[in-house]
């Protein structure tokens, strides 16, 4: 099995200022044969299902705010927050989609400091 | 607009078995990959089974093979999970998530339905 490990397991950033969260996996979850690399994330708040913010690593999907990016490949990955809204306070997951059993991160708890 | 709906939770016995069932309306289901996904009281994510588009393909977590059945039946826009042999746990709110396409992780998930296994 894929293992997503995350860092930290929480973080509190003030309003405004940036958020970084880090995820490695155990394999590389690129794909060569399509050239996709099978790492998304999500955010959950309190009492709702966990949204898609990110796929293929980098791409943000449809109508997630721009301050959300997504970098990284082979094993080591980042979501970045460039700019803390209080909306975002929520917990973070990463996610590979490349081989079953799929595997999530423990989670990122994002806090205003 | 997509809408999973899930039911079938409730409080079940160790041992004991229940069906989950989720709803789907707003895209064309047979075309999509669905998944289950389940999550602790308090705890992270972890995905349960998934199954492609046509049924034939099914996967599952090794913490449930061999006691969770993942079906579909494309007739009626439905996607289930068989629960049997039923464990403490196995106790979280269980979400059904529909793939974004190939290549693609999931994309909509519904607001779940729980599911207790205690005596």
């Known amino acids: 099995d894929i293992v997503m490990t995350q860092s930290p397991d929480s973080l509190a950033v003030s309003l405004g200022e940036r958020a970084t969260i880090n995820c490695k996996s155990s394999?590389?979850?690129?794909?060569?044969?399509?050239?996709?690399?099978?790492l998304s994330w999500f955010q959950q708040k309190p009492g709702q299902p966990p949204k898609l913010l990110i796929y293929w690593a980098s791409n943000r999907q449809s109508g997630v705010p721009d301050r959300f990016s997504g970098s990284g490949s082979g094993t080591d990955f980042t979501l970045t927050i460039s700019s803390l809204q209080a909306e975002d306070v929520a917990v973070y997951y990463c996610?590979?989609?490349?081989?079953?059993?799929?595997?999530f991160g423990q989670g990122t708890k994002v806090e205003i400091k | 607009e997509v809408q999973l709906l899930e039911s079938g939770g409730g409080l079940v016995q160790p041992g004991g078995s229940l069906r989950l069932s989720c709803a789907a309306s707003g895209f064309a289901f047979s075309t999509y990959g669905m998944s289950w996904v389940r999550q602790a009281p308090g705890k992270g994510l972890e995905w349960v089974s998934g199954?492609?588009?046509?049924?034939?393909?099914?996967f599952y977590a090794d913490s449930v093979k061999g006691r969770f059945t993942i079906s579909r039946d494309n007739s009626n826009n439905t996607l289930y999970l068989q629960m049997n042999s039923l464990r403490v746990e196995d106790t979280a709110l269980y979400y059904c998530a529909k793939r974004g396409g190939a290549a693609r992780p999931l994309d909509y998930w519904g607001q779940g339905t729980l599911v207790t296994v205690s005596s």
């Open positions: 996610h590979q989609y490349y081989s079953t059993p799929w595997t």
């Open positions: 394999q590389s979850v690129f794909f060569s044969s399509n050239g996709k690399t099978y």
């Open positions: 199954v492609s588009g046509s049924g034939v393909g099914t």
